[in-house]
């Protein structure tokens, strides 16, 4: 009955296609994620490979250990290989030309983190139109100075044993030590021995020679004696400048002669580019050191207010550098705007005069009794041995000397010509001690060595000066 009953009574309940659809929708689709390839293999691949580092350390470890024992022991009977330092080879005077000749690139240096140019120069616009300043009367109580010659004292003669003593000739004068003493004194009007003291002493240019120099008011000027140096031209100047500065080189006649056979000729104006070339005979020593002495005095250095007696300003460059900047520009940069009447360079490696004394005997560019005599008289004197000038060493470096032509600086340089005659030929030796006896002459500008790098291309002597021949 009951089988009938379901049977009878059952219902069927139809099911589209549509609602297989939706119960397909409906269904969530469960996603196996997939097992990666590899990993069961990497992993007993580890596992290997900590089981055979944990049976078989020790023998790791004995293996490097065993090698660096055979290194060892192998280097025992092997010679140990010298170090060999390797120095920069200098550059020979040669290679010193090719690089640095004609070079106008700025020396720069750093300050304060920045670089900076070690000679700050006007622009070029402001040179072409840069002229001399107007002359006004210096406060300086030297008015006057006055060189001793043979129509003050006659000339004595000295015995050569005093002669080689210290070089006093009919050109120098001999001068006393009294008279030394006396031409330190400060007066209105100063008297001292400044070369040219008998006109039979030497020293002879001609009288065109003459005239031109005395027109200039401007100089620049160098000297090659000897022989041991070329002429290098000036560059880095401005039009302007060329029309208002004198460039005098002194030539002796052995440099002449080198010069002619190396095809350097002086043209029918006496000039070889912008140098007018000054040929001097019958010079007045036969230390040829001296001799440039007397010209870089008589051109800048020492003499040169002796020389051009109407020049203002002068500028003296040594014959192993080329000046390479405009004379004006300089003038206005160590001179005026710095309201200076000299400009020298300080000394690259020393401050001491006594240091410099020893390097003077060192290099053999004196004899050690020379050396004492001088450096004797200077400890009597009282010259401290660290004398020092406004702040900065007083220990100068005479390739390039700037100044205006006062009475002042005229004294100033006939005072250290004459300690070079009288002492050593070494002028960094007698710059500090007569800049410390005339305590009057305080504006001078002690410039750095960097602005001297900037000033000229240094060359280097490319020979050997001859000495002159009895």
């Not at 095809?263 to 029918?268: A, C, F, K, P, V």
């Not at 004394?357 to 009794?369: D, I, R």
Request: glycine share 6%.
């Amino acid at each position: 009955m009951s089988s009938s009953y379901f049977d009878n009574n059952s219902v069927s309940i139809p099911i589209s296609e549509d609602d297989d659809a939706v119960a397909g929708r409906t269904r969530p689709r469960v996603r196996r994620k997939r097992k990666k390839p590899g990993f069961r293999g990497n992993e007993e691949l580890t596992w290997r490979f900590f089981r055979l580092l944990k049976r078989w350390w020790p023998v790791f470890l004995f293996l490097p250990a065993a090698g660096l024992l055979i290194l060892e022991a192998s280097r025992i009977d092997r010679k140990p290989v010298p170090v060999v330092k390797t120095e920069p080879v200098p550059l020979s005077t040669e290679e010193k030309l090719e690089v640095n000749l004609n070079r106008l690139d700025p020396t720069t240096r750093v300050v304060g983190g920045v670089r900076e140019r070690c000679l700050k120069l006007l622009p070029h616009e402001e040179l072409q139109h840069l002229d001399l300043p107007v002359g006004k009367e210096s406060s300086s109580p030297i008015k006057n100075v006055v060189y001793i010659s043979e129509s003050h004292t006659p000339y004595v003669p000295l015995s050569r044993q005093q002669t080689q003593a210290t070089r006093f000739n009919q050109f120098t004068g001999n001068q006393s030590l009294e008279q030394r003493e006396q031409s330190f004194e400060v007066s209105e009007t100063a008297e001292v021995h400044c070369g040219f003291y008998n006109e039979n002493g030497g020293f002879k240019i001609s009288d065109e020679d003459k005239s031109y120099m005395q027109a200039c008011d401007v100089v620049v000027s160098t000297c090659a004696f000897g022989g041991g140096d070329d002429l290098y031209q000036p560059i880095g100047m401005s039009e302007s400048s060329l029309r208002k500065v004198c460039y005098v080189a002194f030539w002796d006649e052995i440099t002449l002669a080198a010069q002619e056979a190396a095809s350097t000729r002086i043209g029918g104006d006496r000039f070889i580019g912008k140098w007018r070339v000054v040929v001097v005979r019958d010079l007045p020593f036969r230390d040829q050191r001296l001799n440039g002495k007397v010209p870089k005095g008589l051109l800048i250095e020492m003499l040169g207010h002796r020389l051009f007696p109407r020049a203002r300003y002068s500028i003296w460059v040594d014959s192993k550098s080329q000046f390479r900047r405009d004379p004006l520009a300089v003038l206005e940069a160590l001179l005026w705007r710095t309201k200076s009447v000299l400009a020298i360079s300080q000394h690259g490696a020393r401050s001491s005069v006594y240091d410099e004394a020893k390097a003077v005997v060192k290099k053999n560019k004196a004899t050690p009794e020379e050396v004492e005599v001088q450096l004797s008289q200077y400890h009597r004197d009282g010259l401290p041995e660290d004398k020092r000038f406004n702040g900065n060493k007083a220990l100068a470096e005479a390739s390039v000397i700037v100044r205006e032509h006062t009475p002042l600086t005229n004294l100033l340089m006939c005072l250290w010509f004459n300690e070079v005659v009288r002492f050593t030929s070494r002028d960094q030796l007698s710059f500090p001690y007569v800049l410390w006896r005339l305590k009057v002459l305080k504006n001078i500008n002690m410039f750095p060595v960097c602005t001297r790098k900037d000033l000229v291309n240094s060359m280097g002597h490319l020979r050997k000066a001859k000495p002159l021949v009895d």
